[in-house]
């Protein structure tokens, strides 16, 4: 079993910065990719980043220029760093591992960004 233990979410205003952090425990092999999805009330939930092992990033179009991934692989931790913060990034963040063929979550964490 694998789990993924959020922290850093928060309430924040706008054009204010936040850092989430992911850690993950129990038997890894290989996380082939890591990354933070959100999801709001009646939506889907949607990529944020995601960093492979390798370190090739993907952004949504969203967030490109605000929102940095980063990954320690010998620690198994990713943080996503939110800068310039707009209300409509307020949701539940997760963290998401896939060690394939498996797909890992974690509990989520809240961004609140007031206007």
């Known amino acids: 079993q694998v789990q993924l233990v959020e922290s850093g979410g928060g309430l924040v205003q706008a054009g204010g910065s936040l850092r989430l952090s992911c850690a993950a425990a129990g038997s890894i092999f290989n996380i082939a990719i890591m990354g933070w999805y959100r999801q709001v009330p009646g939506k889907q939930r949607e990529l944020v980043a995601s960093i492979t092992s390798g370190g090739s990033t993907n952004y949504a179009d969203s967030v490109k220029g605000r929102f940095t991934i980063s990954r320690d692989n010998a620690q198994n931790t990713v943080a996503l760093q939110l800068n310039s913060l707009k209300p409509e990034d307020t949701a539940l963040y997760y963290c998401?591992?896939?060690?394939?063929?498996?797909?890992?979550w974690g509990q989520g964490t809240q961004v609140t960004v007031s206007s």
């Open positions: 998401n591992a896939l060690m394939p063929p498996r797909n890992y």
